[in-house]
């Protein structure tokens, strides 16, 4: 598969889910990416592999 055949799709914000900023390829991997969501304003910790986000559960200190 060539550069320009990569799938990509929007980040959807896990919390509202409206589609954010961000587009990702489905080789793209994310890992403690702070994902922000203009519709909400609120800021997520995420990770991204194969178009999979999934959000990370901080530990409350």
């Known amino acids: 598969m060539s550069k320009q055949d990569a799938i990509t799709d929007w980040v ?5 889910g409206s589609k954010t900023r961000n587009k990702i390829r489905e080789d793209t991997v994310l890992k403690n990416y702070p994902l922000y969501c203009p519709k909400c ?20 200190a």
Do not use: G, N, T, W
């Open 12 to 16: 959807h914000c896990p919390l509202c």
């Open 41 to 60: 304003k609120q800021e997520v910790l995420v990770e991204a592999k194969e178009l999979q986000v999934i959000v990370i559960k901080e530990p409350d």
